[in-house]
């Protein structure tokens, strides 16, 4: 009798089978890709954000700037180079935050990759210059992947479309 009852409590407990494996494996790892496609298309979004917030903050700085020292101050938006430099009447502003030690502010780093600057458009020049009282010469827009950036004639005020 004690063979019968251990002979079945054995054959109770024989764990999981190979089908029973295999069908989890397939199932984290769909759920898995599912994350991750999720992730990608979260960071790309999260990075063109990041990039329209610098950009944003940069005009706003330079329109102040441009108030503030009673001179023009030029931001150049240069598409093949992902990348745009702030300008005074003197030059190249070298020291503006973010730049590299040549002025140059570049969205085509590790921070901000797969991020395009479609264009940049201010009356017929990749150029917006804010004139001595701040008000810009002209407006226009700025095209990123799938955002457009638009900066009105008289104010120099921005709005995100």
Do not use: C
Request: hydrophobic share 40%.
């Amino acid at each position: 009798m004690l063979k019968i009852v251990n002979i079945k409590l054995h054959s109770l407990s024989k764990g999981f089978s190979l089908i029973e494996l295999v069908i989890i494996i397939v199932l984290i790892g769909i759920f898995t890709t599912i994350a991750l496609t999720r992730t990608s298309t979260g960071m790309t979004t999260i990075r063109e954000q990041i990039a329209i917030d610098q950009i944003t903050n940069d005009i706003d700085l330079a329109r102040s700037m441009a108030f503030a020292k009673n001179e023009a101050i030029t931001i150049k938006f240069d598409i093949n180079q992902e990348s745009y430099s702030v300008h005074s009447e003197s030059g190249i502003i070298v020291d503006f935050p973010n730049s590299s030690s040549d002025g140059v502010i570049s969205l085509d780093n590790s921070y901000l990759r797969n991020l395009d600057i479609k264009s940049a458009n201010f009356g017929n020049s990749s150029s917006l210059q804010f004139q001595p009282l701040g008000d810009p010469l002209s407006g226009g827009t700025i095209e990123l992947n799938t955002k457009t950036i638009t900066i009105e004639s008289v104010t120099g005020r921005w709005s995100v479309n």
